[in-house]
């Protein structure tokens, strides 16, 4: 039998998109850890790097742009190294689920069900 896809999870457990990606992982028998990023905010290289496993977006596809904290500091309009700052300040402006595969690819699951493109 081979071995089974690794991943990892950077979850908020109080989010329904991120718990339904960690379902849908388990499901498809795929072994993962959890990350809880708001206790354990991602350093600037580990964002950038998470950005190059997701083939380099805008990096406004990681940001919470709706939250009152985004609209405060007006990452609408911020530079990619602003925003970087902003969400190593605040992580929980981070967009969630992101999934990193064990291969070096990411994605963010929004819906829930991009997750499993990374391990077909």
């Known amino acids: 039998m081979s071995e089974l896809p690794t991943a990892v999870v950077w979850h908020n457990q109080r989010c329904s998109k991120s718990r339904g990606?960690?379902?849908?992982?388990?499901?498809r028998g795929v072994e993962f850890e959890t990350r809880n990023y708001i206790a354990e905010p991602p350093t600037r290289a580990e964002l950038k790097s998470v950005l190059t496993m997701m083939g380099d977006?805008?990096?406004?596809?990681?940001?919470?742009?709706?939250?009152?904290?985004?609209?405060?500091?007006?990452?609408k309009a911020a530079s990619h190294d602003?925003?970087?700052?902003a969400l190593v300040a605040h992580p929980e402006l981070i967009e969630?689920?992101?999934?990193?595969?064990?291969?070096?690819?990411a994605v963010v699951?929004?819906?829930?069900?991009?997750?499993l493109g990374l391990f077909d």
Do not use: F, M, Y
């Open 96 to 105: 969630r689920p992101i999934v990193i595969s064990a291969e070096g690819r």
């Open 57 to 75: 977006p805008d990096i406004k596809t990681i940001v919470r742009l709706g939250e009152d904290k985004a609209k405060e500091l007006n990452l």
């Open 21 to 27: 990606a960690c379902d849908l992982l388990s499901v």
């Open 82 to 85: 602003e925003i970087l700052d």
């Open 109 to 115: 699951g929004r819906p829930p069900e991009l997750v």
